[in-house]
């Protein structure tokens, strides 16, 4: 009797998923972030993260489902490589940071699935900013391989809150345009809370864990993969993976999910991890993560816009007001005026052609939009239907190229799902082609794109400054939203957000200062900064305001986090590429807050201080020197220190 129960004990064992003897473990290369992978004893992996001896994620599932294999459970881990240094240096114009360094710690640990079936490996890269994790199916199988879900999930301690944004149901909204990334951050979420649109949450997601800040996106968004986000469902705080939905591709046959030949690799899933905000505003882990620029892309050129779109609208998009905002662009020494919608009914494309030569005269280049084709949403405005065939795309990228056109605002995109990832980069391997830049409206967010493709210059992807002149709801956000940017949306990738207005929005009444507004062109990061302002609101304001907007750079070398919360206020400094330090802050809130800077830090012996005046509409400047100083700002007030 114990002879044969121990036999049947045997072949249970023989039969049951192999589990390591002990967990594999990956560390940062300082140490203080480290991640433990780990089977159950059904076969199921998972992760974990700490910060120091702090819980970040609690162990949280890993693994994929195939059409052809269920990766998620009855695995057997077979090996973890020995842990491998990574280093890498890459120069951005488009970003945060112009010099960008990374260095990690990456571990792949390889599952065994059904036998003669794929097999699982998952990789793992810790540097001193986060954790990075991706999928590699491999396999000797030619099929092309169907995933039908991902099983990643983050799972966060008890008494987590959330800064997160709803994600859209696909069709929904203005001209059935959903989802472009357009919602308002919902501010300290509980961490399990159901989306109030029923389609979970978009990234990025930002969430503090135990005192910790904790930031999750996706990166290195290749062809073979849909845009995902958040799931609707997050029991006990526990979050999955959502992909993009049945009607986001570009056709009715196009694929949406994720379909590919082995060997494959899915995008990175990404967590920014640190003790206080400053990794989260600082990172490049998006495009540290990404793949760098093949020999024939378009080096960029970053700047600033001038736009009349959003506070003159579709009317003025005309020869003449067009030239104006040329003459605007170059008393300002702005680099770049854009040309929005009806540009091709209302100008033409000769007289087109004529600005374009006109503004070269200037020094200024002209940037001119596109519908993204129209057929996947009702947005009627044109030029609509050029872009989506390739033949048609290349014609009139060829066309824009010899009118002397720089670069196209392309618009009103259908959404996350594969086809979409692969439309966005023929668009820009075509524009590359033709030497054109691209900014991307009505768009799915930064997944490290700029690095891959440097003549992506932007994306929007964010509730722009154009909602404020719908409705007063939407301007009666506005302090709190801009003060949420910095740590979530800005904090993945340019922002074409479109900042700065101090002229009065008809029929509306905006709740910020002109000093609050001053402050977005340094809070704010864009490859290209349009500015919503006009050349008559400009005329209005004091010289020095024209003055600081006239010599802040084009872009930016680096960026650091002063101080700031979520939804409350937010005080950045950047710094120009030759090595001098701007510093501007925003106080969201209805009471006055108290800032207190010392510049002396960043090498700043004196500055000239641009605040809030007597009223909300005014200005006042003062001479301030290096070392400690405060600046207290009114409700809704901001400020800007341009150095000497």
């Given at each position: 009797?114990?002879?044969?129960?121990?036999?049947?004990?045997?072949?249970?064992?023989?039969t049951?998923?192999?589990?390591?003897?002990?967990p594999?473990?990956?560390a940062s290369?300082?140490?203080?972030?480290?991640?433990?992978?780990?089977?159950?004893?059904?076969g199921?992996?998972?992760y974990?993260?700490?910060?120091d001896?702090?819980?970040?994620?609690?162990p949280?599932r890993?693994?994929?489902?195939?059409?052809?294999a269920?990766?998620?459970?009855?695995?057997?881990?077979?090996?973890?490589d020995?842990v491998t240094?990574?280093?890498?240096?890459?120069?951005?114009?488009t970003?945060?940071r112009?010099?960008c360094?990374?260095?990690?710690?990456?571990r792949?640990?390889h599952f065994a699935?059904?036998?003669?079936g794929?097999?699982?490996?998952v990789?793992?890269q810790?540097?001193n900013?986060g954790?990075?994790?991706?999928?590699?199916v491999?396999g000797?199988s030619?099929?092309?391989q169907?995933?039908?879900?991902?099983?990643?999930t983050?799972?966060?301690?008890?008494g987590?809150?959330?800064?997160l944004?709803?994600h859209?149901?696909?069709?929904?909204?203005?001209?059935?345009?959903?989802?472009?990334?357009?919602?308002?951050?919902?501010?300290e979420v509980a961490?399990?809370?159901?989306?109030?649109?029923?389609?979970?949450?978009?990234f990025?997601?930002l969430?503090?864990?135990n005192?910790?800040?904790?930031?999750?996106?996706?990166?290195?968004?290749?062809?073979?993969?849909?845009?995902?986000?958040?799931?609707h469902?997050?029991?006990?705080?526990?979050?999955g993976?959502?992909?993009?939905?049945?009607?986001?591709?570009t056709?009715?046959?196009?694929?949406?999910?994720?379909?590919?030949?082995?060997?494959w690799?899915?995008?990175?899933r990404?967590?920014?991890?640190?003790?206080?905000?400053?990794?989260?505003?600082?990172?490049?882990l998006?495009?540290?993560?990404?793949?760098?620029?093949t020999?024939?892309?378009?080096?960029?050129?970053?700047g600033?816009?001038?736009?009349?779109?959003?506070?003159?609208?579709?009317?003025?998009?005309?020869y003449?007001?067009?030239?104006?905002f040329?003459?605007y662009?170059?008393?300002?020494?702005?680099?770049?005026?854009?040309?929005?919608a009806?540009?091709?009914?209302?100008?033409?494309?000769?007289k087109?052609?004529?600005?374009?030569?006109?503004a070269?005269?200037?020094?200024?280049r002209?940037?001119?939009?596109?519908?993204?084709?129209?057929?996947?949403?009702?947005?009627?405005q044109?030029?609509?239907?050029?872009?989506?065939?390739?033949?048609?795309?290349?014609?009139?990228?060829?066309?824009?190229?010899?009118?002397?056109?720089?670069?196209?605002?392309?618009?009103?995109?259908?959404?996350?799902?594969?086809?979409?990832?692969?439309?966005?980069?023929?668009?820009l391997?075509?524009?590359?082609t033709?030497?054109?830049?691209?900014?991307f409206?009505?768009?799915?967010?930064?997944?490290g794109w700029?690095?891959?493709y440097p003549?992506?210059?932007?994306?929007?992807?964010?509730?722009g400054f154009?909602?404020l002149t719908?409705?007063q709801?939407?301007?009666?956000?506005?302090?709190t939203h801009?003060?949420?940017?910095?740590?979530?949306?800005?904090a993945v990738g340019p922002?074409?957000f479109?900042?700065?207005a101090?002229?009065?929005?008809?029929?509306?009444?905006?709740?910020?200062?002109?000093?609050?507004?001053?402050?977005?062109?340094?809070?704010f990061?864009?490859?290209?900064q349009h500015?919503?302002?006009?050349?008559?609101?400009m005329?209005?304001?004091p010289?020095?305001?024209?003055d600081?907007?006239?010599?802040l750079?084009?872009r930016?070398a680096?960026?650091?986090l002063?101080?700031?919360?979520?939804?409350?206020?937010?005080v950045?400094?950047?710094?120009?590429?030759?090595?001098?330090?701007y510093?501007?802050?925003i106080n969201?809130t209805?009471?006055?807050?108290?800032?207190?800077?010392d510049?002396?830090?960043l090498?700043?012996?004196a500055?000239?201080?641009?605040t809030?005046?007597?009223?909300n509409r005014?200005?006042?400047?003062?001479?301030?020197?290096?070392?400690?100083?405060?600046?207290?700002?009114?409700?809704?007030g901001?400020f800007?220190?341009?150095?000497?």
């Amino acid at each position: 009797m114990r002879y044969s129960l121990l036999l049947t004990a045997l072949g249970l064992l023989a039969t049951a998923p192999a589990r390591a003897a002990e967990p594999v473990r990956v560390a940062s290369p300082n140490g203080m972030i480290q991640v433990t992978v780990d089977l159950d004893s059904q076969g199921r992996p998972s992760y974990a993260v700490r910060y120091d001896r702090t819980e970040i994620l609690r162990p949280s599932r890993l693994g994929l489902v195939l059409a052809s294999a269920d990766l998620t459970q009855k695995l057997k881990l077979v090996r973890a490589d020995k842990v491998t240094a990574i280093t890498d240096s890459y120069q951005l114009v488009t970003d945060k940071r112009s010099a960008c360094a990374y260095k990690a710690n990456c571990r792949v640990v390889h599952f065994a699935g059904p036998a003669g079936g794929p097999q699982l490996d998952v990789e793992f890269q810790v540097s001193n900013d986060g954790v990075a994790l991706r999928y590699v199916v491999a396999g000797t199988s030619q099929d092309i391989q169907h995933i039908t879900a991902e099983k990643t999930t983050f799972s966060l301690p008890a008494g987590t809150k959330g800064w997160l944004h709803p994600h859209a149901k696909a069709g929904t909204g203005w001209a059935k345009t959903q989802p472009s990334y357009e919602e308002y951050y919902q501010q300290e979420v509980a961490a399990g809370t159901v989306s109030p649109l029923g389609e979970g949450w978009s990234f990025p997601a930002l969430f503090q864990a135990n005192g910790h800040w904790l930031l999750l996106t996706e990166a290195n968004m290749g062809r073979d993969y849909c845009g995902s986000h958040l799931a609707h469902q997050s029991p006990g705080g526990e979050y999955g993976i959502a992909f993009a939905q049945a009607p986001e591709g570009t056709t009715p046959t196009a694929s949406v999910l994720p379909e590919g030949r082995l060997p494959w690799r899915s995008p990175w899933r990404v967590l920014v991890v640190g003790n206080t905000l400053a990794p989260v505003v600082e990172s490049t882990l998006t495009t540290d993560l990404s793949a760098p620029a093949t020999t024939a892309a378009l080096p960029t050129a970053a700047g600033r816009a001038s736009w009349s779109w959003v506070l003159l609208g579709d009317k003025n998009t005309t020869y003449d007001v067009q030239r104006r905002f040329i003459d605007y662009a170059a008393t300002m020494g702005w680099e770049y005026c854009l040309v929005d919608a009806l540009w091709d009914t209302q100008i033409g494309y000769d007289k087109m052609a004529e600005l374009a030569a006109y503004a070269r005269g200037k020094n200024v280049r002209l940037l001119v939009w596109y519908n993204s084709n129209g057929h996947w949403n009702e947005a009627p405005q044109t030029p609509i239907n050029k872009l989506f065939d390739a033949a048609s795309r290349r014609a009139e990228f060829t066309r824009l190229r010899q009118m002397g056109i720089a670069g196209v605002k392309i618009d009103f995109f259908g959404g996350d799902g594969q086809s979409f990832m692969n439309y966005y980069q023929d668009l820009l391997t075509d524009a590359a082609t033709a030497g054109l830049l691209v900014s991307f409206h009505g768009t799915t967010i930064p997944r490290g794109w700029n690095r891959t493709y440097p003549n992506l210059v932007s994306m929007e992807a964010v509730r722009g400054f154009e909602f404020l002149t719908f409705d007063q709801a939407n301007t009666d956000q506005e302090p709190t939203h801009c003060a949420t940017l910095p740590f979530t949306r800005n904090a993945v990738g340019p922002m074409d957000f479109t900042p700065v207005a101090f002229s009065e929005i008809n029929g509306k009444q905006r709740r910020t200062s002109n000093a609050f507004e001053l402050a977005l062109s340094v809070v704010f990061q864009s490859g290209i900064q349009h500015y919503a302002e006009t050349d008559e609101g400009m005329a209005r304001q004091p010289a020095y305001v024209q003055d600081f907007l006239k010599k802040l750079p084009p872009r930016w070398a680096d960026v650091r986090l002063l101080d700031g919360f979520p939804g409350q206020y937010a005080v950045l400094a950047r710094q120009a590429p030759g090595g001098a330090w701007y510093v501007a802050g925003i106080n969201a809130t209805d009471q006055p807050k108290t800032i207190r800077l010392d510049l002396g830090k960043l090498g700043l012996k004196a500055g000239a201080l641009i605040t809030d005046g007597d009223t909300n509409r005014s200005f006042s400047t003062r001479e301030v020197a290096g070392g400690t100083t405060s600046i207290t700002l009114p409700a809704r007030g901001g400020f800007v220190v341009q150095p000497q």
